[in-house]
T-cell receptor, first 113, second 111 residues
Framework: QKEVEQDPGPLSVPEGAIVSLNCTYSNSAFQYFMWYRQYSRKGPELLMYTYSSGNKEDGRFTAQVDKSSKYISLFIRDSQPSDSATYLCAMSPQAGGSYIPTFGRGTSLIVHP | DGGITQSPKYLFRKEGQNVTLSCEQNLNHDAMYWYRQDPGQGLRLIYYSQIVNDFQKGDIAEGYSVSREKKESFPLTVTSAQKNPTAFYLC??????????FGSGTRLTVV
């Protein structure tokens, strides 16, 4: 079993839909959780960064962490075609350069007009 | 603007040839990383460096080499010992707290 599991998709939704992207993990030591967005042929960019459990909201994006279930989610409200990208989750037991995050494989999202 | 610059964007390597990928950052980050990305396989760590003149192997270091002579620079050499080098290579840096900043990547193709 991989430490971080993420469905590769693709996930195809109509414009305006609410999108739910998810990762499960097995290492209970993970406390820092990140979501990156990667457009085709570009480097990933950090979208959301959360610590421990709970929700964090930023505009149309909400990151949710459920440590009891070892499950994290990224919700996108009012999805737009410009949201079409690959979304990678990442997690780490501590923050810091010596703690290398474990990445999921990424979920490909397609938002069609 | 601060960021990470990777060059070249596209690189072609002949069999038996060594090639070097450039990564420069002006974010004043201490830690820098090299990842390889293949379709369906996610990001795989090649090498990382937390301070100048020091670096550690990642999960797939065989066939690669790095140097860290300056804080701003972390070049990656893909040697002829790397038998399957065709991939998308990503450089990243970190300030220890807020995750990685990635470059735009270099696509390496063997011809």
């Amino acid at each position: 079993q991989k430490e971080v599991e993420q469905d590769p998709g693709p996930l195809s939704v109509p414009e305006g839909a609410i999108v739910s992207l998810n990762c499960t993990y097995s290492n209970s030591a993970f406390q820092y959780f990140m979501w990156y967005r990667q457009y085709s042929r570009k480097g990933p960019e950090l979208l959301m960064y959360t610590y421990s459990s709970g929700n964090k909201e930023d505009g149309r994006f909400t990151a949710q962490v459920d440590k009891s279930s070892k499950y994290i989610s990224l919700f996108i409200r009012d999805s737009q075609p410009s949201d079409s990208a690959t979304y990678l989750c990442a997690m780490s037991p501590q923050a810091g350069g010596s703690y290398i995050p474990t990445f999921g494989r990424g979920t490909s999202l397609i938002v069609h007009p | 603007d601060g960021g990470i610059t990777q060059s070249p964007k596209y690189l072609f390597r002949k069999e038996g040839q060594n090639v070097t990928l450039s990564c420069e950052q002006n974010l004043n980050h201490d830690a820098m990383y090299w990842y390889r990305q293949d379709p369906g396989q996610g990001l795989r760590l090649i090498y990382y460096s937390q301070i100048v003149n020091d670096f550690q192997k990642g999960d797939i270091a065989e066939g690669y080499s790095v140097s860290r002579e300056k804080k701003e620079s972390f070049p990656l050499t893909v040697t002829s010992a790397q038998k399957n080098p065709t991939a998308f290579y990503l450089c990243a840096s970190s300030n220890d707290i807020y995750g990685y900043t990635f470059g735009s990547g270099t696509r390496l193709t063997v011809v």
